[in-house]
T-cell receptor
Framework: NAGVTQTPKFQVLKTGQSMTLQCAQD?????MSWYRQDPGMGLRLIHY???????DQGEVPNGYNVSRSTTEDFPLRLLSAAPSQTSVYFC???????????????FGPGTRLLVL | AQTVTQSQPEMSVQEAETVTLSCTYD???????LFWYKQPPSRQMILVIR??????QNATENRFSVNFQKAAKSFSLKISDSQLGDAAMYFC???????????FGEGTQLTVNP
């Protein structure tokens, strides 16, 4: 298993541009999520999905869209990039089953995004 | 809502010695999970150890162990026989079983001195 993969590893955008961060997992996990990590702060939840076709907002959803058309993929879209979105983005997945081993979240390697 | 607090932005330890990283949390639920994650310079998030709140016994994984004080809402990580490869940012996190959303602390940067 490749686990959780993210592309690209690094991206530079200009203010106002749009782009999609890709995330895929091959563990048949129902639950997937996107976090951003900023200096001096822990990871903050952007959006999450408890299964194909179901998404919900996390702590910092503004400026981001997500969709979940398949179990494997959970792309994150920046509609109009802003310098405040400069960050490291992590995708994670788990089985999402309360009380089970699925409570362990598996993280991707991260995407570094710089918005100029 | 959950909150997780790590009050030590930086810690250092001599190789082969023991270090303890602190974490406190707050939750209104009785059933939850607690985690410690390690983030080396590669930025990958690596699960170090997990603790189920309903278990009284402290979790242990080789050189890593926790001191879980449920009443005090404290969850510290002890690293024994520290190695150079333990140098990383360490994050404490909580997960309420009513949802599937992890809440992270601010992180503690651990330096291991040779």
């Amino acid at each position: 298993n490749a686990g959780v993969t993210q592309t690209p590893k690094f991206q530079v955008l200009k203010t106002g541009q749009s782009m999609t961060l890709q995330c895929a997992q091959d563990m048949n996990h129902e639950y997937m999520s996107w976090y951003r990590q900023d200096p001096g702060m822990g990871l903050r939840l952007i959006h999450y999905s408890v299964g194909a076709g179901i998404t919900d907002q996390g702590e910092v959803p503004n400026g981001y869209n997500v969709s979940r058309s398949t179990t494997e993929d959970f792309p994150l879209r920046l509609l109009s990039a802003a310098p405040s979105q400069t960050s490291v983005y992590f995708c994670a997945s788990s089985t999402g089953l309360a009380g089970g081993p699925g409570e362990t979240q598996y993280f991707g390697p991260g995407t570094r995004l710089l918005v100029l | 809502a959950q909150t997780v607090t790590q009050s030590q932005p930086e810690m250092s330890v001599q190789e082969a010695e023991t270090v303890t990283l602190s974490c406190t949390y707050d939750t209104s639920e009785s059933d939850y999970y607690l985690f410690w994650y390690k983030q080396p310079p590669s930025r990958q998030m690596i699960l170090v150890i997990r603790q189920e709140a309903y278990k009284q016994q402290n979790a242990t994984e080789n050189r890593f162990s926790v001191n879980f004080q449920k009443a005090a809402k404290s969850f510290s990580l002890k690293i024994s026989d520290s190695q150079l490869g333990d140098a990383a940012m360490y994050f404490c996190a909580s997960l309420e079983t009513s949802g599937s959303r992890l809440t992270f602390g601010e992180g503690t940067q651990l330096t291991v001195n040779p």
